[in-house]
């Protein structure tokens, strides 16, 4: 008989092998219970180490994460699956069960910024770039403190699952140390006494309770609709598409390539893009991006066969110049392998001829007007200075591709100027570029003829230095 009444007690005994099964699925509860996660976006520890660095390197980020921090908890978790949604090549989401309870607030959120119909054009100019992830979760933010504002309700719930799932797990501790304490008290024959058998067993209804509780909070967390989080998440990801696709098409526009960006650090990326965004030059980027297309299109332009002039027949293996006597040998199939043998050994038969050799190319120099008079406004608004700076870019960009010293002159008068030299032999400046660009216009003197003349005289002879940048 495996259980009867214990004499001593009073109560129930039993057999430890019987109490054992009796708890086995809280045993098993017990010892590994359900990892549950707190960030929604599936990551390794390199992209991890990604959003780390980006983060120390940002106060914007630094000082978003405390602003959203005092509203809620845990909106670190939110700020680190928001970047890592944008950075990541395939970002995967953890099914929402697998998630503290706590954190389902951070999953709905980024779940809807997801499912935005804009995402996947944010997620083109971002994917592997932490600076411009950064910058669409920067651009998310006030979305992000609506979002959980509006989720407060959804959250206290959350919460109530949580403190439930909690103490399922020490129930579930319970039943083992309840059983723990049942084996060493049973006899040699395997029988426990009364109290510690009734002890397993109230611990194993009292976690059965328990876990009916948190299985039906988890349900109704699970299945809580936060109002307007999915029209909010939409507007955010919109928004921050489109700043994305402006920063993008200005560094385009500017010349800046990706390996550029990507070798520049968060700070002077940032300082640049707001260079780039404010001020004359975001006046100018479009205009400045077309006529870059132009020179790119221009060098991408190839004469063919230009073979200069025939003067024989000599051997080699260049198809292009192959005599028709040579061609005339593919349309017999036997002599189709002399053919082969003869390429091989570079001995067909080809024309020859001589070209003219291009000498050396001097520097390219751009003389670029900024007087008063530059001001006055072109073609759609545009002024003369933009159209002279941006061909003078072009002109730049030409000759860093052919190899050419470059040399800028800004001037509005005789003794007014600035010189910009970008030799052939050092890497590009870009800020030096810009430093070019963004040079403003001087007022010229209100003399000319005769006067100006006199005027330029008196100058030299004067003490007063040029103005700060100034060759003379």
Request: net charge neutral; aromatic share 4%; charged share 30%.
């Amino acid at each position: 008989m495996d259980e009867g009444t214990d004499p001593d007690t009073g109560g129930s005994a039993g057999r430890l092998g019987g109490l054992t099964d009796l708890a086995g699925r809280w045993l098993a509860r017990s010892a590994g219970a359900t990892a549950r996660h707190t960030g929604a976006v599936v990551a390794d520890r390199f992209d991890r180490i990604a959003w780390r660095d980006t983060y120390e390197q940002s106060a914007a980020l630094r000082e978003l994460a405390d602003d959203l921090g005092v509203r809620q908890p845990h909106t670190d978790d939110l700020l680190t699956d928001a970047f890592l949604a944008a950075y990541k090549a395939a970002p995967r989401l953890r099914e929402a069960t697998e998630m503290t309870p706590t954190h389902l607030v951070n999953h709905r959120i980024v779940t809807a910024l997801l499912e935005s119909p804009d995402f996947a054009e944010l997620h083109r100019e971002t994917v592997g770039d932490p600076y411009a992830a950064a910058m669409a979760v920067l651009a998310q933010g006030s979305a992000l403190r609506r979002m959980l504002d509006d989720s407060r309700p959804a959250r206290d719930r959350d919460e109530r699952a949580e403190r439930a799932r909690r103490k399922a797990e020490d129930a579930a501790d319970a039943v083992a140390e309840a059983l723990r304490q049942a084996a060493d008290e049973a006899g040699e024959d395997g029988t426990v006494p009364g109290p510690a058998a009734d002890a397993v067993r109230r611990a194993v209804e009292e976690a059965e309770a328990a876990q009916a509780r948190a299985a039906s909070d988890a349900a109704r967390s699970l299945a809580v609709a936060v109002p307007g989080i999915r029209a909010a998440a939409s507007g955010a990801v919109a928004r921050s598409a489109s700043a994305a696709r402006r920063e993008a098409a200005l560094m385009r526009a500017w010349g800046v390539g990706s390996g550029e960006l990507e070798r520049m650090a968060f700070d002077e990326r940032a300082r640049l893009a707001e260079r780039l965004r404010t001020g004359r030059l975001a006046e100018w980027a479009e205009l400045i991006g077309r006529f870059r297309r132009m020179a790119d299109g221009q060098r991408a332009r190839k004469v063919e066969n230009a073979t200069g002039e025939l003067i024989g027949v000599t051997l080699g293996d260049d198809l292009s110049r192959v005599v028709p006597s040579e061609l005339a040998h593919l349309g017999l199939p036997e002599l189709r392998a002399v053919f082969a043998a003869r390429y091989a050994a570079r001995e067909l038969m080809l024309y020859d001829s001589q070209g003219e050799q291009a000498t050396g190319r001097g520097a390219v120099i751009a003389c670029v007007d900024t007087s008063h008079s530059m001001y006055e406004a072109g073609p759609g608004g545009i002024t003369r200075e933009a159209w002279a700076k941006a061909c003078a870019l072009a002109l730049l960009d030409q000759a860093r591709h052919a190899g050419r010293d470059f040399v800028g002159i800004v001037f509005s008068a005789a003794d007014r100027l600035r010189v910009f030299r970008f030799p052939a032999g050092r890497p590009a400046d870009f800020t030096r570029t810009l430093d070019f660009a963004e040079t403003p216009s001087v007022a010229a003197p209100a003399t000319s003829g005769p006067c100006r003349r006199r005027a330029n005289s008196s100058r030299r002879s004067s003490t007063t230095p040029p103005a700060p940048g100034a060759t003379s």
